[in-house]
C-alpha cells in the first residue's frame, strides 16, 4: 500500500494491518473479525507509539452528503417556501444547521479537492475546473480514514481524475466507487454508462453526444436508467453491507446540476434540445433540468426549468430522508455523523432561473461568484445525542475543514500542511475560537479571490481590481464596501491574501 508521502513507522504498520483487513472482509464475521480487530488496534502501537482508542468500533461512521448546485435558501429550514425538503428540515430539527458554512469554491472540482485535501485553493492540487486532477502525492481524508480501518466509498460524481490518473478514486482512498468520474460526463443524468471502480456499466439510455468532454456528455433521446436513482441504489446497499464495522461515505449527487448540453452553446459542440427531433415529452419544457417527472409540482403555473428544479430538489430530500431511516433501521443511527451541504451556489443552467424561487436567499451572486450567494451553501450535521439537536450555529466554517474534523472524530492526527481546523467542539455544543481566523477562496492567477475573517468578507474581482470589504453582521448581501471606514482590517486581509497562494505542488 502507499505511504503517499505520510510519516514511516506506526502508519506504515497500520496500513500493512489494514491491507490484510480489506482483502479479507467480507469473509471476516463474528471471532474472526474481532481478532482482526484487536490485530488491527495493535498494530497502531508498532513502533513505540500508544494506539489512541483500544478498540476501533468506538469510531463512529461518517456520511458526508453533497448536493450539486443546491442554493443556500433552496432548503426550507433556510427559509425556501415553494420547494418542499421535509426530511432535510426534519434533519435541521434533529442535528445542528449552519448559517456561516461555506463551500470549497465557487465551482465544482477545486470546490470537491478542498473537501478531500483539506487544504484551500490557494493550495490544494485542483483550484480550477478542468484539472488534471490529484497526483499521488496529494493526500486525501479516505486514504486516512482507509488506512484507520474504515471501510471507504463514493458514490456519484468524484471530478479529481479520470480513470487511467493517479487521482482516479480508488488511488485515493475509496475501495468503492460507483458513479461520475467527469464533471462533464456528470451533466447528463441520463448517461449511457456509469462507472464502478474502474469498469464502464452500461446504461440502457441511448445518447445524443456533445463534443465536450471527451464525448461523455450530450443530451439522451431514449430515458430509461435515472443516474441519481441508480446511485441512491447502491448507496444504500453499501450502508446495509457495511453496517458492521466502521465506514465512510462520501454521497456526492448531481442533483441539482443542469444538463448545460441539453441549453446547446453556440460553436460549443454542444447537441442542445433544438437540434433534436425525438419525442422527449415533458423532458423538452424542462430542458436541461433533468428528473424523470415533476412529481408534486405537476400542475404549478411554472417555467418547465423550474418545475424541474424543484422536483429534483425534493427527490434529492427523499433520497436523504431513505439514508437516515435505513440508520435507523440498522441500529447505527446514533453512532452515525451524517453531514449534508452543497459544492456551491445556485447556478442559472440549462434554463434555471436561480432567481425564481430565491435560491440564494439573502446573499449576493450565485454560482462562478465569490460574493456569498456563490460560496456559502446550506449545511446541516446530524448525530443523535452528541450534536445537539435543532441547534444553529453561526461559526464560520469551510470545506477544508472536514479532514480535520474527521480525524478528531476518528482518533488519528490530521497529516500537517492542511488549512483547515476540526469543528468538533462547534458540533459538540462547547466554546471554540475557530471563528476568529481567515478562509480563502482563489488560487487562479489573474482572477478573483475573497477572504473571510470573522464578521469581514472581502472580495477583490482581479489583481488590478481594488479589495471590497463588507460587514456580513449587519450587510449579508454585501452591498455597501465599508473598507475605507476599516482601514486596519484592510491592511490585515491583504497581508493574510499576498501570502495566501503557494506554486501548484510538485509532480511526481
Known amino acids: 500500500m502507499r505511504s503517499k508521502g505520510r510519516k514511516s513507522g506506526a502508519t506504515d504498520c497500520r496500513a500493512i494491518a489494514h491491507s490484510s483487513k480489506r482483502r479479507n472482509r467480507v469473509a ?78 465557487t465551482v465544482c472540482a ?42 471507504t466509498a463514493l458514490i456519484g460524481k468524484w471530478g479529481l481524475g479520470m480513470e487511467d490518473s493517479p487521482g482516479a478514486p480508488w488511488q485515493q482512498g475509496f475501495e468503492h466507487f460507483y458513479g461520475y468520474l467527469s464533471q462533464g460526463h456528470a451533466h447528463n443524468f441520463y448517461p449511457e454508462f456509469l462507472m464502478r471502480n474502474g469498469d464502464r456499466v452500461p446504461l440502457r439510455n441511448v445518447v445524443t453526444r456533445s463534443s465536450r468532454y471527451d464525448g461523455m456528455s450530450g443530451v439522451a433521446t431514449e430515458r430509461i436508467d435515472y443516474s441519481h436513482d441508480l446511485l441512491m441504489d447502491d448507496a444504500l446497499q453499501w450502508i446495509e453491507s457495511n ?58 403555473d411554472w417555467p418547465g426549468p423550474q418545475k424541474g428544479t424543484a422536483a429534483m430538489i425534493t427527490r434529492m430530500d427523499a433520497g436523504v430522508g431513505q439514508v437516515l431511516d435505513l440508520l435507523l433501521r440498522l441500529g447505527i443511527d446514533d453512532n452515525t455523523v451524517v453531514f449534508f451541504s452543497s459544492d456551491n451556489g445556485p447556478h442559472a443552467e ?67 500542511g492542511i488549512d483547515g481546523t476540526s469543528i468538533l467542539p462547534v458540533l459538540l455544543g462547547r466554546e471554540s475560537e475557530i471563528g476568529d481566523r481567515f478562509l480563502y477562496w482563489g488560487g487562479t492567477p489573474g482572477r478573483a479571490e475573497a477572504a473571510r475573517w470573522g464578521k469581514w468578507k472581502a472580495v477583490r474581482e482581479g489583481p488590478e ?31 493574510y491574501m499576498d501570502h495566501a497562494v503557494t506554486a501548484l505542488p510538485a509532480t511526481d
Request: aromatic fraction near 8%.
Open 28 to 105: 471476516i464475521g463474528g471471532p474472526l473479525r474481532a481478532l482482526c480487530i484487536a490485530i488491527a488496534a495493535l498494530a497502531s502501537g508498532c513502533g513505540g507509539e500508544t494506539p489512541r482508542r483500544s478498540a476501533i468500533d468506538q469510531r463512529p461512521n461518517i456520511i458526508w452528503i453533497l448536493a450539486d448546485d443546491l442554493g443556500y435558501g433552496d432548503l426550507g429550514s433556510y427559509g425556501q417556501e415553494k420547494i418542499q425538503t421535509p426530511r432535510l428540515d426534519r434533519m435541521a430539527s434533529e442535528g445542528m444547521r449552519f448559517t456561516d458554512a461555506y463551500a470549497g469554491f
Open 110 to 151: 477545486p470546490s470537491r479537492s478542498v473537501l478531500m485535501t483539506g487544504q484551500h485553493t490557494g493550495h490544494t492540487r485542483v483550484r480550477r475546473n478542468g484539472s488534471p486532477g490529484l497526483l499521488d502525492g496529494d493526500v486525501t481524508v479516505a486514504e486516512l480514514l482507509r488506512d484507520e480501518g474504515y471501510a
Open 243 to 300: 453496517a458492521d464495522e466502521p465506514f465512510f461515505l462520501y454521497l456526492a449527487l448531481t442533483i441539482p446540476h443542469a444538463n448545460n448540453e441539453a441549453g446547446g452553446r453556440k460553436g460549443g459542440g454542444d447537441p442542445g434540445l433544438s437540434n433534436i427531433d425525438a419525442d422527449l415529452g415533458p423532458h423538452r419544457e424542462r430542458i436541461g433540468m433533468e428528473v424523470p417527472d415533476d412529481g408534486i409540482y405537476r400542475d404549478e
Open 350 to 416: 440549462g434554463g434555471n432561473d436561480p432567481f425564481f424561487f430565491d435560491s440564494n436567499g439573502p446573499l449576493q451572486g450565485y454560482k462562478r461568484s465569490l460574493h456569498d450567494g456563490g460560496i456559502r451553501v446550506p449545511t446541516i450535521i446530524r448525530w443523535p445525542d452528541h450534536v445537539p439537536a435543532g441547534a444553529v450555529s453561526e461559526v464560520p466554517w469551510y470545506f477544508a475543514d472536514f479532514l480535520p474534523t474527521v480525524a478528531e472524530l476518528a482518533g488519528f492526527e490530521a497529516p500537517s
Open 465 to 495: 481590481e481594488p479589495l471590497e470589504l463588507f460587514d456580513l453582521t449587519a450587510d449579508a448581501g454585501e452591498e455597501t464596501d465599508v473598507g475605507t471606514d476599516n482601514p486596519d482590517v484592510m491592511a490585515a486581509i491583504l497581508e
